[in-house]
C-alpha cells in the first residue's frame, strides 16, 4: 500500500522552467529503490524521462532531456523532484513518476524501462507554448 503524487506541472513558453514533485508514502518496506519520470505527449506513447537510485544516488536520462532536466532526492528522501529547464514544445506530456526496485547497478548502466517499475502516480500536465 501507499501512492505517489505529482504536482508543479503547468504552462509555460518555451525556454521557461518547471519544477516537478512526486511525494511518495512508500517505505523500505515496499522495497523501492529506484524513484522515476516517465512523460506520455499527445498521441504518443509513454517513454522515460529520468531515474534515480536511492542507494547512491546514480542517475539517467533520456537523450531528449540530457542537459536540461534533473532528477533528484528530497532530504527525507521520500519525494523526488524534476527539475525540467530550457523547455521546449516537444516537452509537451503528461509526466509521470513511478517507483520500482533494481539491481544496484541498474539505474547508473540505463534508464530503467516502464515494465521495470512497480507503482505509478496519477501524473501532471506540462504545457510548452512556442
Known amino acids: 500500500q ?3 503524487v505529482e504536482s508543479g506541472g503547468g504552462s509555460v513558453q518555451a525556454g521557461g522552467s518547471l519544477r516537478l514533485s ?3 508514502t512508500y517505505t523500505d518496506l515496499d522495497g523501492v529503490n529506484v ?7 499527445p ?18 536520462y533520456a537523450d ?18 524534476l527539475q525540467m529547464n530550457s523547455l521546449k514544445p516537444e516537452d509537451t506530456a503528461t509526466y509521470y513518476c513511478a517507483a520500482g526496485y533494481l539491481g544496484s547497478t541498474v539505474v547508473a548502466r540505463r534508464l530503467p524501462q516502464a515494465p521495470e517499475y512497480k507503482f505509478w502516480g ?5 504545457t510548452v507554448s512556442s
Do not use: M
Not at 64 to 81: L, P
Open 22 to 24: 512526486c511525494a511518495s
Open 2 to 4: 501507499g501512492q505517489l
Open 43 to 60: 498521441g504518443k506513447p509513454r517513454e522515460g524521462v529520468a531515474a534515480i537510485y536511492t542507494g547512491d544516488g546514480s542517475t539517467n
Open 122 to 126: 496519477q501524473g501532471t500536465q506540462v
Open 64 to 81: 531528449s532531456v540530457k542537459g536540461r532536466f534533473t532528477i533528484s532526492q528530497g532530504n527525507d528522501k521520500n519525494t523526488v523532484y
Open 35 to 41: 524513484l522515476g519520470w516517465f512523460r506520455q505527449p
